[in-house]
DNA sequence: ATTATTTTTTAGACTTGTCTAAAAATTATT
DNA sequence: AATAATTTTTAGACAAGTCTAAAAAATAAT
């Protein structure tokens, strides 16, 4: 069993996992959960212990099988829980973070089964983040980044990158949720920002919007 | 706010204090929390700090008004939980403790209140416990002990006194649940058992149970 | 009313998870 | 290749919550 802590650094190395190749520095590891690089230290020596990282001092860490599939458990409570928040209880998409952080670390199988089965076994967050089966394999969508897009390209928005408030209170205001059909109408060079078509309507986009949504062709 | 600590004492105070007058002593805190009274007069200091109880040293702990509340806030969210987990995620009554144990500790005024809401406004939990509303007041059922009603009385089952896996269990299997209309039609002298009728059917019950079940006449 | 017993508190220690400051190793720069 | 900068680790400290053992207070028993 693991504590909160651990679970918190097991999801953390999890992130970081996916999006590089390399074992995850300690100081990468420090950042993602806002505390010091020693106290990372501290923790990857119990969770090597515990047989679910693999560590080397001054080389990083990586998940071992064991590590991964209980990474993959927490996050997948986690996305659950957003889905339950969302769908049943009137939660926006960006308010269901902070209570699923907490939501996440409930142990019982039972309950997390029972909830897949209440939502109907759901694919994907309210976020578009795939939740994993519980053996701990996700179904990767084939998603591209808006601004990846070219001229009169189509496609559906599919998830968000970046799943803060903001931004997601950014996106409701524009009328911008997932499922919606969008088309890049224009590219600007100079700034890189795009002119899309969204509900027959037109639509500036900055490049950074762009860089923080996902689009399946 | 609080530590997951000192919402376990808070509570266990709350429910030490329906049922007797005076303070609560160390002793009772810490045999109800399975520690030590060393541990108890330690937290017990550092909730007076936090005016979540009146404390003199040597006379036991009373809740302030804040206490209560706060304590009250908990045992409802854990009551709510327990009515989800019966009611929409097929949790038997005997499963529903350790998960709602957790569960009571999720901070999001939010969360619950839109849970109650999907409830419909639920008043008792599984066991026939009335779940305390927002304000932490709640609203008593005159119920009695089945051990009470005389020859021939009639009542229904509103409770448990006991809530043990084991003991609702064996309710389960005897076909006693809350809602039935149960009748005494004996009660022997020499051992205190109770002949009654449930469902149509005569059912002998020892003390010990007679004892646990609460009846609304 | 004076012992004996029980309860409660204190004192000091231990664990978990964190921190700062300094040392050691790695990586980057000239 | 030697030095500088960065990253990582170690060492030691601290807070929260717990424990054991001993002291102090309250209660019970003779």
Redesign the interface.
């Known amino acids: 069993m693991f504590t909160l802590s651990e679970e918190n650094y097991l999801k953390a190395i999890y992130h970081l996992e996916s999006g590089s190749e390399k074992g995850i520095s300690t100081n990468a590891i420090a950042k993602s959960l806002e505390t010091k690089a020693s106290s990372a230290t501290d923790m990857i020596k119990k969770l090597s212990e515990k047989e679910v990282v693999f560590y080397k001092k001054y080389q990083g860490v990586t998940l071992t099988d064991f590590g991964k599939k209980t990474a993959a458990n927490i996050v997948r409570k986690h996305r659950l829980w957003e889905v339950f928040?969302v769908e049943?209880?009137?939660?926006s998409w960006d308010?269901v973070h902070?209570?699923a952080e907490?939501?996440e670390h409930?142990?019982?199988p039972?309950?997390i089964n029972?909830?897949d089965a209440?939502l109907g076994f759901p694919t994907h967050d309210p976020h578009g983040d795939p939740i994993p089966d519980k053996d701990g394999n996700i179904n990767a969508v084939d998603k591209i980044l808006l601004a990846n897009l070219t001229k009169n390209e189509r496609g559906v928005c599919v998830g968000v990158h970046d799943s803060s408030s903001e931004f997601l209170r950014f996106l409701d205001k524009k009328g911008i949720t997932l499922g919606k059909e969008i088309t890049v109408l224009e590219k600007e060079d100079f700034d890189d920002s795009l002119l899309i078509e969204i509900d027959a309507e037109k639509l500036s986009i900055s490049k950074k919007i762009a860089n923080n949504l996902y689009i399946q062709k």
């Open positions: 928040l049943r209880l009137n939660f308010e902070e209570v907490q939501l409930i142990k019982s039972k309950l029972q909830l209440l």
